[in-house]
């Protein structure tokens, strides 16, 4: 697939810490429960730590308990679904849809929620962008 923001390896290197590469360039996970995001509340927007397009709004997070940043729906069109089979388990990876930037899982166990989904997000993908700042 081919994205809107396009870099090389190099350049991602150069432009990210080495955690941050490895979660949104190589898939990688941040332990559960470590991240900045995970039990935020502050009102604003959720953009990719990597090429700042907005995902996710605060009015979407929720507490799931599982230990990363929750939000049942993405802003329309922000996300790329891509079939995972890795860890001998059947998930949905979702990245952003402007730059391939890894973010994390989707699940469908969000139970309470509008949707019934629970995007299961690594802070570390993130930069909150608070509604005061607008």
């Known amino acids: ?6 870099k090389t390896d190099e350049e991602w290197r150069s432009e990210l810490t080495p ?6 360039r190589k898939a990688g996970t941040e332990r559960a429960f470590t991240g900045e995001y995970t039990d935020v509340e502050t009102k604003g927007v959720y953009r990719c730590k990597a090429c700042q397009a ?3 709004e605060s ?12 939000f049942y729906q993405p802003l329309s069109d922000t996300i ?29 166990d969000g139970y309470g929620t509008p949707t019934g989904d629970r995007y299961c997000i690594n802070s570390i993908s ?6 005061d700042s607008e």
């Open 1 to 6: 697939m081919t994205y809107n923001v396009e």
């Open 19 to 24: 955690e941050e590469y490895a979660v949104l």
């Open 54 to 56: 907005k995902l996710f």
């Open 59 to 70: 009015d979407t997070k929720f507490h799931s308990g599982c230990g990363w940043p929750s």
């Open 80 to 108: 790329e679904y891509i079939e995972d089979n890795s860890h001998g388990m059947k998930r949905t990876e979702v990245r952003c849809a402007n730059c391939g930037s890894h973010l994390g899982h989707v699940f469908p």
């Open 126 to 131: 993130l930069t909150l962008e608070p509604a």
